[in-house]
C-alpha cells in the first residue's frame, strides 16, 4: 500500500481492464471480471493486489506469491499459484508499468505563478504553468504550455522550453534549448561552461565555450547530473535518452535517440553516441570516441576507443565482453596454478 499523503491512487480495475491497459492477454478468461486495486511486489502483494515476474531469480517468490494476479511471460505462467489470475505477455515489466501508470497517473500541472517567482518583464510563459516559489526567468526566456518549474530552479537569459517539461527544484539551466516532455529533476546544472583550456606553462587559459546544450522531445535527466554546452557545435541529447542521477556529460557530446547513462557515467568531450546506446553505472568513455548503435558499455568500464554497433564492452580498458571473461578467467587459473 503506497502512502496516500505523496501518491494519488485511482481504480479498481479488472483483470480485463488490465490486460488491455497492458496489452497481454488472460490465461483464464474466467477471471475478467476479478477486481484489483493496487500493484505491488511479489513478495507482499496480497488478494486484490497485482505483481509481476521479470527475472527467474524470484520464481520462487512468485511460487509463494498471495497476490490476486500477476503478469508473467508464458514460459513462467505454469509456475503461478492455483487461483491467481494471469496477464500473459512476452514483456512483463513493460506491461506492468503501464498498469501501475493506470492505478497511479502523473498529476497534472496545476496552473498557478507564486507571486515569491521572480519574472523578467520579457519572458514568455506558456498557458497553464506552474511556477514554485524562488524560481527565477531570465529575459527573453520562452516557456510552453503546461510547464513546471519548480521553487529556486533558475532559467537563465535566452532559454527556449517547449510545452509539459517539468524542471526540479533548484535546477539550473543556461544556453540550451529543451524540446517538449523533458523532465530534469532536481539540482541539475545544464548548460554550464564545457571543460575547455588551452594548456601550457603560461597557465591554463580558457577557451570561450559558445555552443548550447539541445535537449530534444522525452528526455529524462536526473537529479545533480550535469550536461556542458557545446565550446562551438553543440551538445546534443537526442530524442527519448534517460539519463540517471549524478552524471557528468562533456562539452560537445552527442547522445542519439533512446540511449540510457546509469549513475555516475562521465562522457568526456566530443564524443557520440549512436541511437539505444546503454552505459552502465561509473562507466567512464574518454573523448573523440564514435560508440556504435545499440552498443552496451559494462558498469564501471573505462572506454579508451570507438565501440562498435551492437557490442558489448566492459572492464578497464574496456574490451569486448566475451575477451574480458576470457582474461579474467586466465588470471585466475595462473593465480592458483602459483598459489595466490
Known amino acids: 500500500m503506497t502512502d496516500s499523503r505523496f ?46 515476474l521479470d527475472n527467474r531469480k524470484y520464481v520462487q517468490a512468485f511460487e509463494a506469491c498471495g497476490a490476486g494476479a500477476c503478469v508473467v511471460h508464458p514460459e513462467l505462467a505454469e509456475m503461478a499459484p492455483a487461483g491467481m489470475g494471469l496477464i500473459v505477455t512476452l514483456e512483463p515489466y513493460r506491461a506492468y508499468a503501464m498498469i501501475a501508470h493506470a492505478f497511479y497517473p502523473q498529476s497534472r500541472t496545476v496552473a498557478d505563478v507564486s507571486s515569491h517567482a521572480v519574472i523578467d518583464p520579457t519572458a514568455k510563459i506558456g498557458p497553464g504553468c506552474r511556477i514554485e516559489a524562488g524560481a527565477v526567468i531570465a529575459a527573453g526566456v520562452e516557456v510552453g504550455a503546461r510547464c513546471h518549474i519548480g521553487a529556486n530552479a533558475v532559467l537563465r537569459e535566452g532559454v527556449v522550453m517547449g510545452d509539459d517539461c517539468t524542471i526540479g527544484s533548484n535546477a539550473t539551466i543556461s544556453y540550451a534549448i529543451l524540446g517538449n516532455k523533458v523532465w530534469i529533476h532536481a539540482g541539475a546544472a545544464i548548460g554550464q561552461d564545457g571543460f575547455g583550456f588551452a594548456m601550457g606553462p603560461k597557465g591554463h587559459l580558457k577557451v570561450p565555450q559558445l555552443g548550447r546544450v539541445i535537449i530534444q522531445d522525452d528526455v529524462e535527466i536526473g537529479a545533480n547530473t550535469t550536461i556542458d554546452r557545446g565550446a ?18 562533456g562539452h560537445n557530446v552527442e547522445l542519439g535517440r533512446g540511449c540510457v547513462l546509469v549513475a555516475q557515467v562521465g562522457v568526456s568531450g566530443s564524443t557520440r553516441f549512436a541511437d539505444f546506446v546503454v552505459a552502465g553505472g561509473q562507466s567512464g568513455i574518454t573523448g573523440h570516441l564514435k560508440i556504435g548503435a545499440g552498443a552496451r558499455i559494462g558498469a ?26 576470457r582474461q579474467i578467467g586466465m588470471l585466475e587459473r595462473l593465480a592458483k596454478k602459483h598459489g595466490a
Open 7 to 52: 501518491y494519488r491512487r485511482e481504480g479498481p480495475f479488472s483483470l480485463a481492464q488490465l490486460a488491455e491497459i497492458s496489452g497481454g492477454s488472460l490465461s483464464d478468461a474466467t477471471m475478467a471480471g476479478r477486481m484489483i486495486t493496487d500493484v505491488a511486489p511479489l513478495y507482499r502483494a496480497a488478494a486484490d493486489d497485482i505483481s509481476f
Open 232 to 249: 562551438g557545435p553543440d551538445t546534443v541529447i537526442g530524442e527519448g535518452c534517460r539519463i540517471d542521477n549524478l552524471v557528468q556529460i
Open 300 to 325: 564501471q568500464s573505462g572506454v579508451m576507443r570507438d565501440v562498435p554497433a551492437g557490442q558489448t564492452v566492459i572492464g578497464s580498458p574496456a574490451v569486448p565482453a566475451k575477451e574480458h571473461w
